[in-house]
């Protein structure tokens, strides 16, 4: 009997313990899902006779030890943080990993040493990064294969809400970290653009979008992802002009979340001391620089010109709906601007129990073939069912389920940290994932010459 080891029981590990479980019979495995929260573990074993809930704490460097020991393949799905601490249990235990985190520069300074144990270290086999991964390298692929010479590359993903469940003014809801989200973009952004490398700094990022439409699904706004240069090698594209990698929000959203960063609201790094002592709305003032004759000004008049925006406008009506403008407490003692922030938006993008998420990615790729200039768009919309069984999970947890199974049944041979960009998994990931709703449509037509500039 082969053994999987899932570390983490969390939302985002639903449906990955699901499919497990589901195949355990038929391929004989047990699947042990260790959580530190033994409550939630058991709720997603579900008493099935080949699963095994247990207490895990992945700071216990013998507990750590004790069930990697036992395993066949680990499947971490604990912040991406904790990746390295396993990852270093499973070269010294002889075991395989996934996960679906970035690798990071120390988990890739692991490679020879997985490749010389025989072992496999697969990251990034989740959603974004992970199908976005797959499915690029197969379009990158068939366009090759035809003799296309790729001028562009634009990538993006988003998960967003159902329009359904669009219930609030910011068209947004938290589907996963909500922390993650609040940090979201900060560093600077680079990617290619006409064979020069483009910066955008974090105060800019989200005043610097660009506007894509997905056909059934209206207009999405896209920010640069931090650092779209380090694919070109891994995607073998590295004379390709123009290139970047970005993430998906509703039209209507960055402009508003702009006025967050400009205010230092999603800064971590500072203390708030006397936070409790404070209303939003005094929390808020305290960020608007004062100038002479502000001292009649309301704090809507101060903050709109601030932001250079009306003072009905929507990002002001936006901020007004957070309530970050009222009179109401805060709660916490002591906290940063961002965990302050974070409190409040937990409340008013929780999801609902009935509530849908939707994941939306999209490809577009220009070439050239044959003298024509050419775009091959590929888009994938999916949603969930309800806040349980989101559209995330299945696109996280699926690619990472069908890995193991991948390395379980010896369908690999790759040794050593990769991720999943090699034909041998993205392949058969790909073909299996249309079988649970994963799929993309494709258009592939002439553009004009003016349209490729653009």
Not at 23 to 50: M, P
Not at 57 to 79: G, Q, T
Not at 113 to 137: K, N
Request: glycine fraction near 6%; charge should be negative; charged fraction near 25%.
């Amino acid at each position: 009997m082969k053994k999987i080891l899932v570390l983490g029981a969390g939302k985002s590990a639903t449906t990955l313990i699901h499919y497990l479980l589901e195949h355990a019979d038929t391929y004989d495995w047990q699947v042990i899902v260790g959580d530190y929260s033994l409550e939630i573990a058991e709720r997603k074993v579900d008493n099935h006779a080949r699963g095994k809930a247990v207490f895990f704490d992945v700071n216990d460097a013998e507990l750590r030890a004790k069930y990697v020991a036992d395993a066949d393949v680990v499947a971490s799905v604990l912040p991406a943080k904790f990746h390295y601490l396993v990852a270093q249990d499973c070269l010294r235990l002889g075991k395989h990993i996934i996960t679906p985190s970035y690798v990071s520069t120390s988990e890739k300074a692991m490679h020879a040493d997985f490749e010389a144990a025989g072992l496999l270290f697969m990251g990034e086999i989740g959603l974004d990064p992970g199908i976005d991964h797959m499915s690029l390298m197969k379009m990158i692929g068939d366009i090759t294969q035809k003799g296309g010479n790729i001028t562009a590359i634009r990538s993006f993903t988003g998960a967003l809400i159902a329009p359904e469940s669009d219930t609030n003014p910011w068209h947004y809801k938290f589907t996963w970290a909500p922390m993650n989200v609040v940090l979201a973009g900060q560093g600077t952004a680079q990617y290619l653009k006409n064979g020069l490398p483009r910066y955008v700094p974090y105060n800019r990022l989200f005043s610097f979008t660009e506007v894509h439409e997905v056909e059934g699904y209206g207009k999405f706004e896209a920010y640069a992802n931090r650092d779209s240069l380090l694919y070109l090698d891994k995607y073998n594209i590295p004379e390709v002009p123009t290139f970047v990698r970005g993430t998906f929000r509703k039209a209507g959203y960055c402009p508003s979340w702009n006025a967050l960063v400009q205010l230092g609201l999603t800064d971590n790094n500072i203390d708030i001391i006397n936070a409790k002592n404070l209303s939003y709305k005094q929390f808020v003032d305290a960020f608007i620089p004062f100038k002479k004759g502000d001292e009649t000004k309301s704090i809507d008049v101060r903050l709109a010109d601030f932001l250079d925006v009306a003072i009905d406008s929507e990002v002001m009506n936006n901020l007004r709906w957070l309530e970050l403008l009222s009179d109401r407490p805060i709660v916490l003692k002591k906290a940063t601007p961002a965990e302050i922030l974070l409190q409040l938006l937990e409340e008013k993008w929780k999801l609902s129990a009935e509530d849908k998420d939707m994941i939306v990615m999209l490809h577009k790729i220009d070439y050239e073939l044959n003298g024509e200039q050419r775009e091959h768009t590929s888009a994938l919309v999916m949603k969930g069912k309800n806040a349980d069984e989101t559209a995330l999970a299945a696109t996280v947890g699926l690619p990472m389920a069908m890995m193991a199974k991948l390395i379980l049944n010896n369908e690999i041979n790759l040794t050593g940290v990769h991720i999943p960009i090699v034909a041998q998994v993205y392949e058969p990931i790909l073909a299996e994932l249309q079988n649970y709703g994963v799929t993309f449509n494709n258009k592939d037509e002439a553009i004009s010459s003016k349209a490729v500039e653009a």
